[in-house]
């Protein structure tokens, strides 16, 4: 059997992309926006719904960060950000300049935990100062306690920015992650359940925030002639090729989710009656993840480690949970509220293979490596 290296999650073409592609040189639009980018939007819009408005823009990053803006965020402001995440969450804070607040996940879906929402956002009211927005993850394709989260937010009038960049096709009580937020992000890196080779999106309830949205991202050039600037911009908005690579991608969407669910009832299988480990799955029928990457728990960290070891000896790529943003170097002085679920978590958590072009032979391997190794 061939020992090619098997990755956590790689991309995989439709076989639609090369058409755009060709499009975008035929018109000459080499260059941010363009028609393949309005076309992708309003795809995009199509699949959200009627009352949300998207602008697609260069990573699900710059997403994060012009919600910032949109919001207001600015110099010495309080942000609340989840603390399992990767750090493309948290990054935009510092961005603005703000500072963040970092708060533990609940065991239930290793997400922003409720209670340490509200007992941080307390705290911060009674320093004096009221956080200015709340960013939220769906980590690993696994939506939050949005009725509980939300629920918090609206009680203080604290936004919400829902980083959905893990969970595109993901859905809560049916409702597509993405929709919940004040903004809603995703991502199209390559790694990510579909991709636009770099890309993201953010998702707005207005025309008017889309166009505020559309103007940061391309150097807040204001309506004269000549370039006129009265506020700082950016070059965040994505290209009329990549948006070629999205239009082709979003017609295997479907089949992704599937092949990744199904990539999750493999280890469902596989893990069958080996006591060592809990496969992550959902807490209840609310809750339906498109499982981008399945995760487990072994019992303590260094069998984790030496699990991790003995798919690497195989060639098969695995990595540890998220590192928590407040135990990582460049956010460790700011505050954390929290009882150390995430930190716990991060020790014994393994992330596996879950592409949606896993192969057969993939799996056979994938589960020799676990046969071997609790045997
Ligand atoms: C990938 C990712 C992002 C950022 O997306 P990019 O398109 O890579 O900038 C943000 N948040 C989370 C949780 C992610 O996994």
Not at 98 to 109: K, N, Q, R
Not at 149 to 170: L, N, R
Not at 197 to 219: D, H, M, R
Request: glycine content about 6%; overall charge positive; proline content about 3%.
């Amino acid at each position: 059997m061939s020992n090619k290296r098997i990755y956590l999650s790689l991309s995989q073409e439709s076989g639609f992309e090369q058409k755009y592609i060709q499009k975008a040189f035929k018109s000459n639009w080499i260059t941010s926006g363009g028609p393949n980018v309005d076309e992708f939007e309003n795809e995009l819009q199509d699949y959200f719904g009627k009352k949300k408005f998207i602008a697609a823009l260069n990573s699900g990053t710059s997403a994060i960060h012009i919600a910032l803006i949109l919001l207001g965020v600015k110099d010495g402001d309080e942000v609340i950000c989840q603390t399992m995440t990767f750090s493309a969450s948290a990054n935009p804070i510092l961005y603005q300049n703000a500072i963040p607040l970092f708060i533990d996940s609940e065991s239930e879906t290793w997400n922003i935990c409720p209670e340490n929402l509200e007992i941080a956002i307390k705290d911060r009211i009674k320093k004096g100062k009221k956080p200015k927005a709340i960013i939220a993850v769906h980590l690993y394709g696994t939506p939050y306690k949005v009725d509980e989260v939300h629920a918090i937010a609206d009680q203080y009038g604290i936004p919400i920015i829902e980083d959905s960049a893990e969970a595109f096709g993901s859905t809560y009580k049916g409702k597509k992650c993405g929709k919940f937020g004040d903004f809603g992000i995703i991502s199209f890196n390559g790694n990510k359940i579909i991709t636009t080779s770099s890309g993201g999106a953010l998702i707005v309830n207005s025309k008017e925030e889309k166009n505020k949205a559309i103007f940061y991202a391309t150097q807040s050039k204001e309506k004269a002639v000549h370039y006129q600037h009265s506020e700082l911009g950016y070059n965040y908005r994505m290209s009329n090729i990549c948006a070629g690579i999205g239009l082709g991608q979003l017609k295997i969407l479907e089949h992704n989710i599937l092949s990744r669910r199904n990539n999750h009832l493999f280890y469902k299988e596989a893990f069958k009656g080996i006591n060592d480990v809990e496969l992550f799955d959902n807490l209840n029928e609310d809750f339906f993840s498109n499982y981008w990457l399945n995760t487990i728990l072994l019992k303590t960290k260094e069998q984790r480690e030496n699990f991790r070891i003995a798919f690497e000896e195989a060639n098969i790529e695995s990595r540890p949970l998220w590192k928590p943003m407040h135990l990582q170097p460049l956010f460790k002085r700011y505050p954390y509220y929290g009882n150390n679920i995430a930190e716990r978590l991060f020790e014994r958590g393994l992330c596996l293979p879950s592409g949606s072009n896993l192969k057969q032979q993939d799996k056979i391997r994938i589960k020799e490596v676990i046969f071997n190794f609790f045997n």
